[in-house]
């Protein structure tokens, strides 16, 4: 089944404009710890698991809250380039994105704190099939990297705040 979301990018601007989309935004997750290193994710009716692997004394029930990272930046990708894809006319026929973060475990467990706990780099390639030539996916890209939420928290400095109760 093929979805169309070529005026969807148009039909939301023009909410936003007019004011009747619901802005701002807010997405909402619950974690619950489930013993060990398990826990149990719920957004919307939606739940996952993350855990830490083996290796790490974990029982590899799920991904690890880095890989979950990774994906959420993944999957944004994908959805903002066919958003941005299709809103320009371009045929994206398959699109998939592979990232690697690397990261010293150093920071993580308090050895050296020169060193931070979380990525110290993330890289990848996105792969995509489409008859689009290779300026007008270029263009695409710098429309879709300016334009990617999970990009821009990252890359950005998000305030973060977290009340013990």
Known sequence: MTTSYSNLLELTREKLTEGSAINPLTVTVKSENQGGFESKIFAR???????QPFGFRGTNLG???SELLL??????QEVTWRLYAESLGIDIKR??????????????MGLDETIPPGFMEIEGEVRIDSSASATELEELQKLVDNHCPVLDDLNRNVPVK???K
Do not use: M, N, W, Y
């Open 45 to 51: 009716d939606h739940t996952l698991t993350a855990d």
């Open 63 to 65: 991904f690890k809250p």
């Open 71 to 76: 994906a959420a930046l993944a999957a944004c």
């Open 95 to 108: 699109i998939s994105i592979e990232l690697r973060g690397t990261q010293d475990l150093r920071g993580f």
């Open 162 to 164: 977290l009340t013990l």
